[in-house]
């Protein structure tokens, strides 16, 4: 296959990238030569970049990121120590070029028309994000679920806001989607550093598009795997999911918007209390234990709880919090999916 970059001339690339492609990298040396190759050979005839932040990693990561850096000049390798996911991308968004970035996970690869159709989706709509749809992609059995919940459109403020609460036909990972770089800028974001820390705060850059295209086409592939966010649960990201909603609630209050997205946040509490008690009874048959089982539930379901409830404050959130799942483990710093 022919390099991608053969395409465009060196200095033009160098100077204006249309697009910068924002990848942190910790400990994904199994997978990242693969999402490399599928973003070095876009089919998209603009110039473009690849940022690849290596957090501290202990495996072979970052000599693959060289290896694909001296092969290829659109790609920029940034070596960090390791700080977490959230100042990996922070570090991404600090030099990136681009009019619009996207956000890869190391260890996912994408469609080669990825880039492409998704550029495409905000030029001819004046969008400032559009998003598409992904596939699981079950590594161990090398098997493909296409994601179901699918629409299609151009959608303002309010309309994409409300499908982008509700968690369902547009979920809230920061991949799948392409943004014009000044959202970031515009919503003064900062990335938590936390599980789901996506969830936390894309409801602020969506809050600052005029207009978000939907394309209906599965262009992302999320490698599910043991150690992706939906293959290691603990208590830590059972507690962070909950404590994700909540600043989605005090960010909506904060800005008096509640009342104006209140059904649609409802219907994010609802999903997220269930796939809570999921996680929570999926913990409890690992460790063969039932000890504590409906003590947890019932934790889970008051927190989430006080999310939607009239009363709602961050500092009682925070004190739900402290001690909400017993049997908390100690998490190291790095990526947890």
């Not at 994601?147 to 609460?165: D, K």
């Not at 789901?196 to 295209?213: G, M, N, P, T």
């Not at 208590?235 to 649609?264: E, F, G, N, T, W």
């Given at each position: ?10 200095p033009?690339l160098?100077?204006?990238?249309k697009i910068s492609v924002?990848?942190?990298v910790y400990?994904v040396g199994r997978y ?7 973003l ?5 005839q603009?110039p473009y ?15 693959v990121l060289?290896?694909?850096?001296a092969?290829d ?7 960090q120590?390791n700080?977490?996911v959230?100042?990996?991308?922070t570090?991404?968004l600090n ?11 190391g260890?996912?690869?994408v469609a ?5 159709l998704?550029?495409?989706a905000c030029t ?11 596939y ?11 994601y ?5 459109g151009?959608y303002?403020?309010e309309?994409s806001?409300n ?12 991949w799948?989607k392409?943004?014009?770089r000044?959202l970031f ?7 938590p550093?936390?599980?789901?820390e ?18 209906d086409e599965?262009?992302?592939?999320y ?5 992706s966010?939906l293959?290691?649960?603990s208590?830590?990201k059972?507690d ?16 008096q ?6 059904d649609?946040y409802?219907?994010l509490?609802?999903?997220t209390c269930?796939?809570?008690?999921y996680?929570?009874m999926?913990m ?5 234990d039932p ?5 947890d539930?019932?934790?889970v379901?008051?927190?989430?709880s006080h999310c ?6 961050s500092e009682?959130m925070h004190?739900?919090?402290a001690?909400?799942i ?10 947890a999916?």
């Amino acid at each position: 296959m022919r390099n991608g970059k053969d395409r465009f001339n060196v200095p033009e690339l160098m100077e204006n990238p249309k697009i910068s492609v924002i990848i942190p990298v910790y400990n994904v040396g199994r997978y990242v030569g693969q999402c490399l190759n599928t973003l070095t050979h876009q089919t998209i005839q603009i110039p473009y970049e690849v940022i690849a932040i290596n957090d501290g990693s202990s495996d072979n990561s970052l000599d693959v990121l060289h290896e694909y850096a001296a092969a290829d000049c659109r790609i920029h390798v940034i070596d960090q120590p390791n700080s977490g996911v959230s100042a990996a991308r922070t570090a991404g968004l600090n030099a990136a070029r681009g009019d619009f970035v996207c956000f890869v996970d190391g260890d996912d690869y994408v469609a080669l028309n990825y880039l492409e159709l998704l550029y495409r989706a905000c030029t001819i709509n004046n969008a400032d994000i559009s998003c598409c749809y992904y596939y699981w992609h079950l590594v161990s059995s090398d098997i493909l679920f296409e994601y179901p919940f699918r629409c299609r459109g151009v959608y303002n403020t309010e309309q994409s806001l409300n499908i982008l609460l509700r968690d369902v036909l547009i979920q809230s990972f920061l991949w799948c989607k392409m943004y014009r770089r000044e959202l970031f800028t515009k919503s003064g974001v900062k990335f938590p550093d936390m599980c789901f820390e996506d969830l936390a705060i894309l409801h602020k850059i969506f809050a600052q598009a005029k207009s978000v295209a939907i394309i209906d086409e599965p262009l992302y592939y999320y490698n599910m795997h043991k150690d992706s966010t939906l293959g290691a649960i603990s208590p830590k990201k059972v507690d962070d999911y909950i404590r994700a909603i909540a600043m989605v609630r005090s960010a909506l209050d904060k800005s008096q918007q509640y009342s104006k997205y209140q059904d649609s946040y409802r219907a994010l509490a609802k999903k997220t209390c269930n796939n809570c008690y999921y996680f929570v009874m999926k913990m409890h048959l690992a460790s063969k234990d039932p000890r504590g089982l409906v003590k947890d539930l019932t934790r889970v379901h008051t927190a989430i709880s006080h999310c939607c409830a009239d009363g709602f404050s961050s500092e009682a959130m925070h004190r739900r919090l402290a001690h909400h799942i017993v049997g908390r483990n100690k998490r190291r710093r790095g990526f947890a999916r």
